[in-house]
Nanobody, 119 residues
């Protein structure tokens, strides 16, 4: 069974930085994509950034330049460095892992970590 454990959320002033971490445990074999989504109150969950096991990255256009995703493949851990934070970045941030197996793609989610940016 795959589990995702997130850490690093919190309260920060506008212009500040936070770094989120997500460690995956369990059977993660084959091509996979780890990333971050966020959901603000009253809004749909949206992709922030993700990174494949091959090293390819994908960002929400609006966040390029402020957010950076990285992975430690040996530790099955993904990080999200968030700089120049804005109040509109306030949301619950969820770690996501998609594992592509012969039988299909399996989707796993972390419990979410709150990020609050004060003005």
């Amino acid at each position: 069974q795959v589990q995702l454990v997130e850490s690093g959320g919190g309260l920060v002033q506008a212009g500040g930085s936070l770094r989120l971490s997500c460690a995956a445990s369990g059977s993660i074999i084959g091509f996979n994509v780890m990333g971050w989504y966020r959901q603000a109150p009253g809004k749909q969950r949206e992709l922030v950034a993700d990174m494949s096991s091959g090293g390819s990255t994908n960002y929400a256009d609006s966040l390029k330049g402020r957010f950076t995703i990285s992975r430690d493949m040996d530790k099955n851990t993904v990080y999200l460095q968030m700089n120049s934070l804005k109040p509109e970045d306030t949301a619950v941030y969820y770690c996501n892992l998609k594992v592509h197996r012969v039988r299909g793609t399996y989707d796993y989610w972390g419990q979410g970590t709150q990020v609050t940016v004060s003005s």
